[in-house]
């Protein structure tokens, strides 16, 4: 069983920055590619960015692109997401998930291991 911990959301206005954590509970460096996702609310839950195993490759939303970015570090077993030029319309529960299968994939349902979420707010 793989553990998920979320951490680094809060409150930002329109414009500003944040970083979020993810660290997971077992070694996950080649072993479990990463995602984060974001459920607003009375919204389904979107994907935002996925990591492969090694790190070496990313894939984002068309809606995050050149703002957010995607990052592992292995050692540690932790998963950033760097945040950007925030949005009022990125606020969201942002959640961090863990799949041992693929190698990165933007659909929910490949991913078996979910964390708690984290709440971020951009306010305008």
């Known amino acids: 069983q793989v553990q998920l911990v979320e951490s680094g959301g809060g409150l930002v206005q329109a414009g500003g920055s944040l970083r979020l954590s993810c660290t997971a509970s077992?070694?996950?460096?080649?072993?479990?590619?990463m995602g984060w996702f974001r459920q607003a609310p009375g919204k389904e839950r979107d994907f935002v960015a996925t990591?492969?195993?090694?790190?070496?490759?990313?894939d984002y939303a068309d809606f995050v692109k050149g703002r957010f970015t995607i990052s592992r570090d292995n050692a540690k077993n932790t998963v950033y997401l760097q945040m950007k030029s925030l949005k009022p319309e990125d606020t969201a529960v942002y959640y961090c998930?863990?799949?041992?299968w693929g190698d990165g994939s933007s659909a929910a349902n490949a991913y078996e291991y979910w964390g708690q979420g984290t709440q971020v707010t951009v306010s305008s």
């Open positions: 077992v070694r996950t460096a080649g072993r479990y590619a």
């Open positions: 998930a863990a799949d041992k």
């Open positions: 990591i492969n195993r090694s790190g070496g490759t990313t």
